[in-house]
């Protein structure tokens, strides 16, 4: 069955159950951050000392809140963060999921037309990247939809509290029947402290496995 020739508003993806989901669209981000650490440190056994955990938990509710207001400032849509089962939550990973407009092209008759051509999509966006080293490009589709992926490693910046470089994945999905917009999934991940390390090449390797069960939604 054909979909409806409409946008989609919105999507799905497979997450494991190990990541938890931080909407910024709606509701309290803060709040719902707050809640993930609370929810780790309760289930931490009884004979662990308070007086150990509590710098830790602050740390942890510091960092987590400066995720989501880095997430905010690029008017993400989403925050994703793995939590792992041991009910540490790792923030050597992440994922934020936000939409774009890409500026069209401008024929001679000053008419307007949007960006279709996966290398016109690629040029755009070298042209507006935001730094990094060892810049990837390719293109192709996800569920359907024109897609382009860029992978870079973007080091270490202390004025953003970036203290160790990260390498960075990002699919640009065009939005299906309104071309004007695309979607943006942007993975992130230290690795074990180097970038290019075995660990960051594993998630790495996740993530591409991931954006395959990506699927629009239209109900």
């Not at 069955?1 to 931080?22: K, T």
């Not at 938990?57 to 993400?76: F, G, I, N, S, Y």
């Not at 917009?181 to 591409?208: M, N, Q, Y």
């Amino acid at each position: 069955m054909a979909e409806p020739a409409s946008p989609p508003i919105g999507y799905r993806l497979l997450l494991p159950s190990d990541w938890v989901q931080i909407p910024l669209r709606q509701g309290d981000a803060e709040q719902a951050a707050r809640d993930i650490v609370g929810s780790a440190f309760a289930r931490v056994p009884a004979d662990v000392p308070r007086d150990k955990l509590t710098p830790l938990r602050l740390d942890l509710e510091r960092r987590l809140l400066a995720a989501v207001a880095d997430a905010r400032r690029a008017k993400a849509l989403e925050l994703y963060l793995p939590m792992r089962l041991s009910s540490e939550v790792n923030l050597g990973a992440s994922i934020v999921v936000s939409e774009t407009q890409l500026p069209s092209r401008s024929g001679a008759d000053t008419e307007s037309s949007p960006l279709s051509n996966p290398a016109e999509v690629a040029l755009q966006l070298l042209s507006g990247d935001g730094g990094g080293i060892d810049v990837d490009l390719s293109s192709g589709e996800v569920d359907g939809a024109l897609a382009v992926r860029r992978e870079r490693v973007v080091l270490a910046d202390p004025e953003r509290r970036d203290e160790l470089a990260t390498r960075r994945i990002d699919y640009i999905v065009s939005v299906p029947d309104d071309p004007t917009r695309w979607f943006i999934a942007a993975f992130s991940t230290i690795g074990a402290g180097d970038p290019k390390d075995d660990l960051a090449d594993a998630l790495v390797e996740w993530f591409d496995a991931l954006m395959t069960t990506f699927r629009w939604s239209w109900t």
